[in-house]
């Protein structure tokens, strides 16, 4: 099964649970005006990631031989999860995909939005902050941006290869069409070099990397 065929049949389950959608609040080119940093709307309205997950998992869930693990309420990376799934593939080297979901309301940092974070073999490896990044309204683009960027994070595991690369206050990944690297401190400088250390390790390689990391490696589950 191809990448596109996937996509489109988790657009279609999507489609299926009727929650709404909303354009980018502002023209193309404006920027967001002060305020907006600092205020969110509607603390609800990013439930649509929710059905975004579900709407993988049930796609996902119909593969063959793939097991859909359920999770009850997780914390990790310093967010505290309602709920989860653990989606295993039966294709050897492949790594288990965890879709974590956070509700709205109120937390010890303040209101917060509803989140979706994807992580990889388990919670307390996450690929980045979660969607949206930001509840904010200045950083909302509309909806349809976002359940994109959902569906190409989840693409680019399940279409592997992909590495994950992490070290102390910082990780970096890799897949065949793109990368990035994140990290408050300890991030090193040569992001070429960290990508193509990804690569190698993609390739079955064994190259010298980064001081006190750790890499996970997965295939794609779409191997025959």
Known sequence: MSPDVLRARVADAYDR?????WPPPRPEGVEPRDEE???VSDLHKYR???G???AWTEVLGALPGVVVERLGPVTADRHAFARGVRIVSPV???LPLVLLERDAGPTEHGDAVDLLQVAL???SHPLDHGHPDCGCDACDFGSQGLLENIDDQVLSVVAGPFVLLEGKGWKATWYPDGGSMEGDTGAPSDFSAVMRACRALADGGAPRLPRSSTALVGRSWLDD
């Open 17 to 21: 649970l009727g929650l709404p959608s």
């Open 37 to 39: 940093y600092s205020r």
């Open 48 to 50: 649509v990631v929710h």
């Open 52 to 54: 975004r997950a579900h």
């Open 92 to 94: 050897p080297g492949t």
């Open 121 to 123: 073999q388990d919670a």
